[in-house]
């Protein structure tokens, strides 16, 4: 193959390479990550000690059993302190630790049942919050809280996953899936090959180098360009701190791989860089014409006397 033609096969498989390092990293992330039921329920396990989480439980569940009072009973505005106090006082305790994670464990199992296909119907994925309600009850009862007995403990569903969207979300996570792995494995064949075939390999390692570390730069920028617009795109009575942790959980692990990708891309093109330098530099580098050693004088012949 001539080598103009080796060096132009070579830069374009480098930069698919290097064009599919973040979207690689991305679909891995959420792939294996994300789609994991064990690893889903420890990345969010420390949120529940979270102070903005435990106070958007403490409001939602709050409002939740005042909603759930029954109206024929007058609810007194000193009531609701009694309440939120309740609640995040419950948010302090091991009792919540167990059922965040006990809720989120099942909330993420039938969210995949429902995505691979496994859950029936298509109808909406909903979470429980009778659980939470009946704990807070108990404690207001045992705190002697007026009406606290007239709350009533009920099979609230609330909707995770719409049926509307779950078709397209099943499609999507089935190209996820497939995505996670074929993109990563891509990426280093295009990589490989194009080292490969390249007539100057140091050059060619060097430039994957830094189209890497150029990749793990964009995925940093582009996660937190996503936390900007996740918050910006709230409702104003969803906290917004809350889900900026939750956020910030999910991500910390693709926050990792997006500065591994750039310290290891800016050191193998470093270390490529000083070796070539080296080798430039070393005994093995051809000296100018200018320094070349002058020729020996020719000898005149040797005359022999008779």
């Known amino acids: 193959m001539p080598p103009r033609l080796r060096t132009a096969l070579s830069a374009v498989l480098i930069a698919l390479a290097c064009l599919l390092v973040p979207f690689g990293a991305l679909a891995a992330w959420a792939s294996y990550g994300l789609a994991d039921t064990g690893r889903y329920v420890t990345t969010m396990a420390p949120l529940a000690a979270d102070p903005a989480v435990r106070e958007a439980v403490a409001e939602t ?14 609810m007194p505005g000193t009531v609701r302190p009694f309440v939120q106090d309740a609640v995040r006082s419950f948010t302090q305790t091991r009792a919540f630790r167990v059922a965040w994670n006990t809720g989120n464990r099942v909330t993420h199992d039938a969210v995949l049942r429902a995505l691979r296909g496994r859950g029936g119907p298509a109808g909406p994925v909903t979470v429980d919050l009778a659980p939470v309600t009946a704990r807070v009850k108990q404690q207001l009862t045992e705190d002697h809280v007026p ?6 403990v ?28 074929w993109l990563p494995v891509a990426a280093v064949a295009f990589a490989a090959t194009g ?19 150029l990749g793990g730069a964009l995925l940093g920028l582009a996660l937190t360009l996503g936390r900007s617009l996740t918050l910006a795109d709230l409702p104003a009575d969803v906290p917004h701190p809350a889900v900026g942790a939750v956020y910030d959980a999910l991500t910390a692990t693709l926050r990792t791989a997006s500065w591994l990708l750039l310290a290891l891309g800016l050191t193998v093109a470093a270390v490529a860089w000083v070796s070539r330098y080296l080798r430039r530099s070393g005994t093995g580098r051809a000296l100018p014409e200018s320094a070349a050693p002058a020729p020996a004088p020719a000898q005149a012949p040797t005359r022999v006397r008779a």
């Open 154 to 181: 009920e099979h609230t569903a609330v909707a995770v996953l719409p049926a509307g969207e779950l078709a397209r979300f099943r499609k999507g996570f089935h190209v996820l899936e497939v995505a996670g792995f």
């Open 195 to 213: 080292i490969a075939v390249a007539v100057h390999r140091r050059r060619a390692i060097a430039a994957t180098a830094l189209g890497t570390a």
């Open 61 to 74: 569940v709050g409002d939740g059993i005042l909603r759930q009072v029954d109206t024929g009973h007058a």
């Open 147 to 152: 009406l606290a007995a007239h709350i009533p």
